[in-house]
């Protein structure tokens, strides 16, 4: 009996060690220290070069569709004027090439003049899930725009908010507030001499 339960703690050990060699990206590691060592999630390059997110898993959505309430005001603005959120996205996705006011004009026009936004919203639900790298294609961008457009542009608003950007305040305000982190950031600080 007693051996049965040392093989079975010895495989725990081992199983542990393997995982823990997985979680420390190869390094070896022997059953006495595995469980020194925790699984820490990496930091993942999203967006262009230089946003650095935390968190943010390269290849899927930080939200689902579903979750309007996460973020209770944009879902008010976004089921009163549409256009609104549309417009915030958008800049943000364009990279500061359309403005927030030009981006909801257009959409406002294409509603009144066709009711069929979906084919021109969907387009930068495109261009985000690109910019991030979220798998997909363009007849489910189309036609998730088309069922549930509003649900669709809150998703949209929240994946740019978890991703480091605040779309309501517009691409230059963005680009200004990552320019003050980066010059506010310390540098390491080296000692003077060595200490033995």
Not at 90 to 102: H, K, L, P, Q
Not at 125 to 143: A, E
Not at 154 to 170: A, T
Not at 188 to 194: D, F, L, R, W
């Amino acid at each position: 009996m007693d051996e049965d339960a040392s093989s079975d703690t010895l495989g725990e050990v081992q199983a542990a060690a393997g995982v823990a060699q997985a979680a420390a990206g190869g390094v070896q590691v022997t059953p006495a220290t595995a469980h020194f060592i925790q699984a820490v999630p990496p930091r993942v390059n999203a967006g262009a070069p230089g946003h650095n997110v935390p968190n943010a898993n390269v290849g899927e959505w930080t939200t689902s569709l579903c979750a309007c309430f996460g973020d209770i005001p944009n879902c008010f603005i976004t089921c009163v004027c549409p256009c609104i959120t549309f417009g915030q996205n958008a800049e943000i996705i364009d990279r500061g090439n359309i403005t927030c006011v030009r981006a909801a004009s257009l959409c406002c026009t294409v509603c009144n003049l066709c009711i069929c936004t979906f084919c021109y919203t969907c387009t930068y639900r495109t261009k985000l899930r690109s910019f991030f790298s979220i798998p997909g294609n363009q007849c489910g961008d189309c036609f998730v725009h088309l069922l549930c457009q509003l649900c669709a542009l809150c998703q949209e608003y929240r994946e740019l908010k978890n991703r480091g950007f605040d779309p309501s305040v517009g691409w230059v305000a963005n680009q200004e507030r990552r320019t003050r982190q980066v010059e506010t950031m310390d540098p390491p600080s080296v000692p003077g001499s060595m200490i033995r």
